[in-house]
Each structure stands twice: as structure tokens, then as C-alpha cells.
């Protein structure tokens, strides 16, 4: 990843009495920043402005100083992200004090423990990597498998921002970690904490035009919103730079103070002292593909091509995001809006003018209402393009017109295609073999929970280091193993599938959509169960299925998450579940399958056990009133809730009719009865039984023939 070799000249703040070398950071605008005014909102924004620039002394006036949060005040006394965690991680203890919790998330780490064990808290860290476009190098993916081994705790976590989390590092072992990391060709720099996190992209490997220029243009915007004052490399590195070679309009965009943008003479010429007010998010697709759910981040960029597959510039949105709080209203998820059109070569400066929108005008008093989505929402959306556009230069162009959208998982076996959209070829220069078949292929495999961790782990290594691949990262917490040879397919999928890594079409739908946070243990934010739960709970939504009569090929977007944060981004789901306490969840519905409308609170406060009461209504009815191809989602809102609780509320089982048999997997009566005995002795019903006993025969004899 490209970072510039500037260094920061400021002395680390230890002693109060000369905290007023402050100011020889060099961090601060020459000129007044835009004030915020309010045009409509949900909440009544700050009186005060909060500026994005260090605090100078306090004078000997009654001025009042606007009110700051305390991570603010962090950032300003941290030596850009420096102190006090360079000396809190040279001490004995287990653990780092408040404020090195919080600058070691701008390192790409959270101070975890396990809440589970009773007694003294036995503290341990997670380390998210940052993988633009979800790309891992073969020898990071070794890397990050050994490192899981040595020094975690033996599983790897697939994120729903196509990154690897690596669980319980001890603080001893971060230094040993993070360099591994680093000298592996990769970084956890700025994945977590106030800045831009990982940038997303379609993870699929096609050599097309415009898939390659969003995963282009993916790269560029990381590598503009990377940190430049080398506080992660003199940290983990002792000041040592691994660079790649930045492209020059990255560095070109990055320099440009044409409109204001930047710090002058600061180290870090965007993010300056205090950096952004909250987290801040950005992905790049292409017109069809959600696979990065596009209107849940702060920024979403489309590619916009010409009828012959040449791309011509960008659809971008903003104001996206799921973070809530419960009870609290003035908090809530919320979709991104179009912003309008930019010519590709504007993007760099398109997305550098929003994300200083944000850093001037984010709200830095309270971090509920941080995020740039409360800013739109208060602002509204002709204000912000507005203010946007001063920082900009230019004004935006009408929004063009785009396709539907399609949920796309990538699973299985695809040629690494050149076709366009439109039908015709185009050889794109580097990817000329690929029509010869050598490295044509690559294959989609699902990982439930993004999970990786046994038998699965051990075969992914031995597959991925015999066939030196590289992979990719899915937002849907899969993976894809790339360029892989005609040749090698059938010995690859036998492997796959002995270590459990089936193709699509032997797992349940259910879980090839599902997606669960990590939640407890560790999570310190989790109100209840998530990953763990998620597995038990899709047995028992496929055995209301089962009941009310729906065909095993049916499936809903289900999605868990273990507080109202919204990793997992369950405000999109057709099903969402958010604890809001111990053993309990909201319920979420109105999503669609597309991940193009926003759910809305249902029920609340219903327990793990009463789900059934829930949901075997919700299903029978979607199955008896549904329209031709209606999805679940697109259902319930057709519905309406009051009537959806109605059904509910009476609900007294389904219509019994005819006994049926599934034909497709017993031939007879006699065969389904001694099934059906043998599975309720494991708490199962007949179909589940038989569809794992042939699920663990493929596993054991899979050849490859056919796949």
C-alpha cells in the first residue's frame, strides 16, 4: 500500500505543562471552514461547530470551547497516532490504557477479552487486515494462516469488508504480528479507527473492462486516503517503508490545494491532526453487481461505460450506513443518495472533496451522530452537494441511468470471462491467455460465518500453496481462489471437497446468503449470540420451511448480528436479527434479495425460543399469498407490518392437508418413516437427514467428475 516517507517533526506530549507545543504540529487550515447550518433533521445538531483541526491553547477569554469527545482529545495529543501507545506497548501488562485502545484501532487492532471466563480479564488483541478490492497475495494468505496458528487462535475470520480478522494475539506477540504482516506484502493500517477502511470492489477475478477499472479505481481511492505520517511503520517496523509505486494522479490528488482541501505543512495533508470524525467507508462496483451492498457506505462509486465497454466516469452516492443505537430514534441505518456524475478522471478529487465535507463538518462532540450520514440527513442532500462542489471545483452532472441491481456470490466454478455486458469480446492487454485456457478459471467457495479453521483450513493452505494461488476476499464472507489452470480443476475440487469445501449446489441456500458478526466472547459491544447462534438458527428456519411447505431451493437473506452496531449489516436482510439482550433479538423485515431496500423494525424484544411463533406465519403466508417470483422481502413490505402482526397474533399452525412425501429423496412410504424415526432421535426431520448423509458422501467421494 503507498504511503509518502513524510515523518512527523512533533515532540510526543507526556508532560500537561508544555501540551502547548500542540501548535508545532503544523496540522491547522489557513482559512475558516464552511459553517454547518441546519436545513431538515432527525436530530438537533450541535450549536457549535467542531472543526477538524487541532484545539490551540485555551485563551484568557470567556469564549466558550465547543465541546469535543474524549477520543478527540486523544488524536490531538497522540503525535499523530503515536503516544501513548508506542509506551503503553512496552510495558508488562496484559492490557493498554484508554487512550492506546483507541489510537490502536487506527493500527488496525481492537483490545478484546473474553467475557465468558469470571476472575481477572485475560486480555487479548484482534488484528483486521486491509485489503482493497479483497485482494491477498499467495504469501499473505500463508502468512496469515501460519500467524493464526502461532500466535491466535487457530481460525481465520473472512470480514464483510474482504478483509482477514485474526482473533486473541497477545500484546507481547502484536510487534512479531503486525511486522509478519507487513513483510508479507500486506497492512492493517487504517482498518478499523476514525479514517477511510477498507475500500470494497467485486471480488471476482474477470479480465473485463469495467471490472477491472473499478478494482483500479478501488485501489486508487486507498491509496489517496491512506495515512502519510508513518506513525503505523514506527510502530511495527521501527520506521522501516514497504511501498509499493503509487500511481501519480493518486500523489497528484493527493497534493492538489486548489480548493482548500488540505493541511499545509502537516504530515497528514488531509486527515491532519484529528483525522475524520468517525469511521468512513467506500466501495466501487459495476452497474448490476451489489456484491458489495453499494448503499450502505459513506461513499459508493459506479462505473459508468460507453456502448462498447469503455468506461467514461462514475455514478457516485453518499450518506450510506447501518450503526445504531437502540432506543434511541435519532440514531438509525440509513441508504446512500445520488450525489450526482464525475468524469473518470475527476474521481480522485470527487471522493477527496466528500471526504473533506466530512472532516470539516462531521459532528466531533457526540460520535453517535459522527458518521457522514447524519450530516446528509441534517444538511440534506442539495446542501451537501453544494458545499461538495466548493471543495471540488466543478459541479457534478446529472446522475446517468443504471440497470436493476443483482446480488451476485460468485460461488463455484466461472471462466475468468472477457465478455462485456453487451455481448461482444474485448482482450484487455495482460489477460490475451486467458482465451487459451492457461489461468481461465477461478472458483467461489462458501465459508459459513467467514469462518476458516480445522480440516477446512488445513486443505485451503495445502490447495492455495501447491497451486500457488492467489485469492479474493467476498463481502459476503467467502472466498475465491484465482487463475487457476483447465488442468488443475479436477484434482482442486476433489481436494475442496474432502476438506468440506463443497460447491453451491450442496449447501443448504439458506447459508450460502446468511452472514453473522462475531459477537460473544469477544465482541465487547455484543448484547447476545450471533456466529455462534447463526448455525442452530438456520436448522431450525429450514425446518419451518419444512413445515409450512416451502421447496428446499427457497431460500431468504438472513442476517445476524449481536448489537445494533451492524457489522453484518442486517438492515438489509430480508431477515434480520439484532440482539437487544441476552437471548434476545429485534426483528428486522422488508429487505430484498438485491440488498436495495432498507428493513424495518418488526418486533422487538423476541426471544431465541419464540422464533417459531414468528416465523412459521410469516413463511406459511409468503408461501399462500406471495406474487409470481415475489421475494420474501418485497412481501412483507407489500403486506405491511399491522397486518403481518395480525397474522401473527392468530397465528394457530398451518392447514393440514394430504400427507405428502418428498419423492425426490424417498421412493416410498416405508423408506420416508424409517428416515423420519432415525432423525428425530438427532432432533431433526427426514429431509434434513438424508440431505446431510448425501452432503457427507459427496464430501468423502467426490472425484471431480461433473464437479
Not at 38 to 58: D, E, F, N, Q, Y
Not at 79 to 84: C, G, Q
Not at 107 to 125: I, L, T, V, W
Not at 188 to 204: E, K, Q, Y
Amino acid at each position: 500500500m503507498a504511503t509518502s516517507v513524510g515523518a512527523a517533526k512533533a515532540a510526543v506530549l507526556k508532560d500537561p505543562k508544555i501540551q502547548t507545543q500542540i501548535q508545532t504540529f503544523q496540522a491547522f487550515k489557513p482559512w475558516t471552514a464552511l459553517p454547518v447550518t441546519t436545513s431538515r433533521s432527525r436530530l438537533r445538531p450541535s450549536s457549535s461547530v467542531i472543526r477538524a483541526v487541532s484545539t490551540p491553547v485555551k485563551p484568557y477569554t470567556t469564549t466558550p470551547v465547543p465541546k469535543r469527545s474524549k477520543v478527540e482529545i486523544f488524536k490531538e495529543q497522540s503525535n499523530f497516532i503515536r503516544y501513548p501507545l508506542n509506551e503503553e506497548l512496552l510495558t508488562d501488562s496484559p492490557n493498554i490504557n484508554e487512550a492506546a485502545t483507541q489510537l490502536i484501532k487506527f493500527h488496525g487492532s481492537y483490545q478484546q477479552y473474553d467475557r465468558a471466563e469470571r476472575g481477572p480479564k485475560s486480555y487479548s488483541f484482534m488484528l483486521r487486515t486491509k485489503n482493497p478490492c479483497g485482494k491477498v497475495p499467495n504469501r499473505l494468505y500463508l502468512a496469515m494462516d501460519e500467524l493464526a496458528d502461532e500466535f491466535g487462535i487457530g481460525t481465520l475470520r473472512l470480514t464483510t469488508r474482504q478483509t482477514f480478522q485474526l482473533h486473541g494475539v497477545l500484546k507481547k506477540d502484536l510487534k512479531t504480528v503486525m511486522s509478519t504482516i507487513i513483510r508479507n506484502m500486506g497492512s492493517t493500517l487504517g482498518a478499523c479507527g476514525d479514517l477511510n477502511r477498507n475500500v470494497l470492489a467485486p471480488a471476482a477475478p474477470f479480465a473485463r473492462k469495467d471490472y477491472l477499472f473499478a478494482q483500479e479505481t478501488a485501489e486508487n481511492i486507498a491509496a489517496l486516503l491512506t495515512p502519510q505520517s508513518g506513525f503505523y511503520y514506527d510502530i511495527w517496523v521501527d520506521g522501516e517503508r514497504f511501498m509499493s509505486a503509487e500511481p501519480p494522479e493518486v500523489t497528484k490528488a493527493r497534493n492538489d490545494n486548489s480548493h482548500g482541501t488540505n493541511f499545509l505543512d502537516s504530515p497528514e495533508p488531509i486527515y491532519g491532526t484529528q483525522f475524520l470524525p468517525r469511521k468512513f467507508k467506500i466501495a466501487v462496483t459495476v452497474p448490476t453487481d451489489n456484491s458489495v451492498d453499494i448503499f450502505t457506505n459513506d461513499i459508493g462509486v459506479v462505473v459508468v461505460s460507453d456502448a462498447n465497454g469503455e468506461p467514461l466516469g462514475f455514478n457516485v452516492y453518499v450518506g450510506g450506513g447501518m450503526g445504531r443505537t437502540h432506543r434511541l430514534e435519532t440514531t438509525f441505518p440509513r441508504l446512500s443518495e445520488p450525489l450526482g456524475f464525475v468524469p473518470k478522471e475527476d474521481i480522485l478529487y470527487a471522493v477527496k472533496a466528500i471526504v473533506v465535507t466530512q472532516r470539516e463538518n462531521g459532528r466531533r462532540d457526540d460520535r453517535k451522530y459522527s458518521r457522514m450520514k447524519y450530516l446528509i440527513d441534517s444538511w440534506g442532500i442539495e446542501k451537501f452537494r453544494s458545499v461538495v462542489e466548493q471543495y471540488h471545483g466543478k459541479k457534478f452532472e446529472p446522475i446517468h441511468e443504471l440497470p436493476e441491481w443483482e446480488f451476485k456470490s460468485y460461488l463455484g466454478w466461472h471462466e475468468q470471462s472477457i465478455t462485456c455486458p453487451g455481448g461482444f469480446a474485448q482482450v484487455v492487454k495482460g489477460w490475451e491467455g486467458l482465451l487459451k485456457g492457461d489461468g481461465g478459471l477461478f472458483c467461489g467457495l462458501h465459508v459459513d460465518n467467514g469462518r476458516i479453521g480445522g480440516k477446512m483450513k488445513k486443505t485451503l493452505r495445502e490447495v492455495i500453496e501447491k497451486y500457488n494461488l492467489d485469492v479474493r476476499l467476498t463481502p459476503n464472507q467467502n472466498i475465491i481462489l484465482c487463475n487457476i489452470r483447465s488442468a488443475w480443476k479436477r484434482p482442486i475440487t476433489t481436494a475442496l471437497a474432502q476438506g468440506g469445501l463443497l460447491q453451491p449446489r450442496y449447501v443448504d441456500p439458506l447459508n450460502l446468503t446468511a452472514m453473522a458478526c462475531p459477537a460473544l466472547p469477544m465482541c465487547p459491544l455484543a448484547i447476545t449470540e450471533a456466529e455462534r447462534g447463526i448455525p442452530d438458527l438456520l436448522k431450525r428456519v429450514r425446518a419451518v420451511f419444512e413445515k409450512v411447505g416451502l421447496k428446499y431451493n427457497e431460500s431468504v437473506v438472513i442476517r445476524v448480528t449481536g448489537c445494533p452496531n451492524g457489522c453484518a449489516r442486517p438492515y438489509m436482510a430480508e431477515l434480520g436479527l439484532v440482539g437487544d439482550g441476552p437471548n434476545s433479538y429485534q426483528i428486522w423485515l422488508g429487505g430484498t434479495p438485491n440488498q436495495t431496500s432498507l428493513a424495518k423494525t418488526f418486533m422487538n424484544k423476541v426471544k431465541v425460543q419464540d422464533f417459531e411463533k414468528v416465523l412459521e406465519p410469516l413463511f406459511y403466508y409468503w408461501k399462500c399469498k406471495r406474487q409470481t417470483k415475489e421475494s420474501f422481502g418485497d412481501f412483507t413490505n407489500r403486506m405491511g407490518f399491522e397486518k403481518l402482526q395480525q397474522l401473527v397474533d392468530k397465528w394457530e399452525g398451518p392447514v393440514k392437508g394430504p400427507s405428502r412425501y418428498n419423492l425426490k429423496l424417498f421412493a416410498d412410504k416405508e423408506t420416508y418413516e424409517a428416515v423420519d424415526a432415525l432423525a428425530k432421535l438427532q432432533n431433526k426431520n427426514a429431509h434434513q437427514l438424508a440431505m446431510e448423509v448425501i452432503r457427507n458422501f459427496v464430501a468423502a467421494q467426490q472425484n471431480g467428475k461433473g464437479e
